[in-house]
C-alpha cells in the first residue's frame, strides 16, 4: 500500500522539505503508478518547489488515475488562480465540488476566486484612472 509513503511525502512538505518529499513520491509512484492520491501528493510537492508546470501535470494524471478524488481538481484550480485563469480555476473547483460538496479547501477557493472576481472591475477602473492621470499630467 503506498499510504505510509504518501503520509511521509505530505509530513516531509508540512516540514518545508519538497525536495525530500518529491524523492519519497517519485520512488513510491515507481512501484504504484497508477495511483490517484500518490500522483495528487505529488501534484502538491511539485507545487510546494514552485514548479507549477509540472504540478499541472501530476494533478492532470492523479484526476484520471483516479476520477472519483476531488483533491486533484483543487489543486489543478490552485494553480489557475495564481496564474489569473480564473474561469479553469472555477471548473476545476466546480469539478471538486461535484465529487466533494463538503471539500472545505474548494469551498474556501472559490470564496477567494469570487472575491477576486468581485474585486477585478474595480482593478481595472484604478488602472484606468491612474493611466488616465498620467496622460493629463504629460
Not at 518547489?49 to 488515475?65: N, S, V
Not at 494553480?79 to 476545476?92: C, S, T, V
Amino acid at each position: 500500500t503506498p499510504d505510509p509513503a504518501r503520509a511521509l511525502a505530505d509530513q516531509l512538505l508540512v516540514m518545508g522539505n519538497a525536495e525530500e518529499a518529491l524523492q519519497v513520491l517519485d520512488r513510491a509512484i515507481g512501484l504504484f503508478p497508477r495511483d490517484g492520491a500518490l500522483l495528487n501528493s505529488l501534484g502538491n510537492a511539485l507545487a510546494a518547489a514552485r514548479r507549477p508546470e509540472e504540478a499541472r501535470q501530476a494533478y492532470r494524471r492523479a484526476t484520471r488515475a483516479a476520477p472519483d478524488l476531488a483533491e486533484p481538481h483543487n489543486g489543478l484550480a490552485a494553480i489557475f488562480m495564481a496564474e489569473g485563469e480564473l474561469d479553469q480555476a472555477e471548473r476545476e473547483l466546480r469539478r471538486a465540488l461535484e465529487i466533494d460538496p463538503e471539500h472545505a479547501q474548494a469551498l474556501r477557493n472559490l470564496r477567494e476566486l469570487e472575491r477576486r472576481r468581485r474585486s477585478r472591475p474595480l482593478q481595472v477602473a484604478q488602472f484606468s484612472s491612474h493611466r488616465q492621470l498620467s496622460n493629463h499630467a504629460r
